[in-house]
C-alpha cells in the first residue's frame, strides 16, 4: 500500500486548502482512514479519521471547519480545510490501517500566516 498526500501550501488566516491523499497497492481489507498532523518536537496528533462505512470523527480543534471525505472510485481520500488558523500550521500526514498495520504518507506543509 503506498500513499501520495498533496495539496498543501501557504495560506492568509481564514482561507482553505484541500489536501488529497490517493491510495494504491493492494486496497482489500482498507477500513480506518484518516488525516494526522505534526509540529516539529510534538507528536503527531489526530485532525480527521473516516471508518469503512463513512463514519468521520473529528479532533475538536477542526470541528465545524474541516471535513474528511473520500471517492471509493478514485482511491483517494480528502480534507477540506476552512477557516484557517494559524494553529492549523503543520506538516499533515495520511493513514490508512489494513488488517491492524499502518501505512502513512509522506506529508504535506500546510502553513497559514499573513
Known amino acids: 500500500v503506498q500513499l501520495q498526500a498533496s495539496g498543501g501550501g501557504l495560506v492568509q488566516p481564514g482561507g482553505s486548502l484541500r489536501l488529497s491523499c490517493v491510495v494504491s497497492?493492494?486496497?482489500?481489507?482498507?477500513?480506518?482512514m484518516g488525516w494526522y498532523r505534526q509540529l516539529p518536537g510534538q507528536r503527531r496528533e489526530m485532525v480527521a479519521v473516516?471508518?469503512?462505512?463513512?463514519?468521520?470523527v473529528y479532533a475538536d480543534s477542526v470541528k465545524g471547519r474541516f471535513t474528511i471525505s473520500r471517492d471509493i472510485d478514485a482511491n483517494t481520500l480528502y480534507l477540506q480545510m476552512n477557516s484557517l488558523k494559524s494553529e492549523d500550521t503543520a506538516v499533515y500526514y495520511c493513514?490508512?490501517?489494513?488488517?491492524?498495520?499502518?501505512?502513512w504518507g509522506q506529508g504535506t506543509q500546510v502553513t497559514v500566516s499573513s
Open positions: 493513514k490508512v490501517l489494513r488488517f491492524g498495520i499502518e501505512f
Open positions: 497497492g493492494s486496497l482489500s481489507g482498507l477500513n480506518h
Open positions: 473516516i471508518n469503512r462505512d463513512g463514519i468521520p
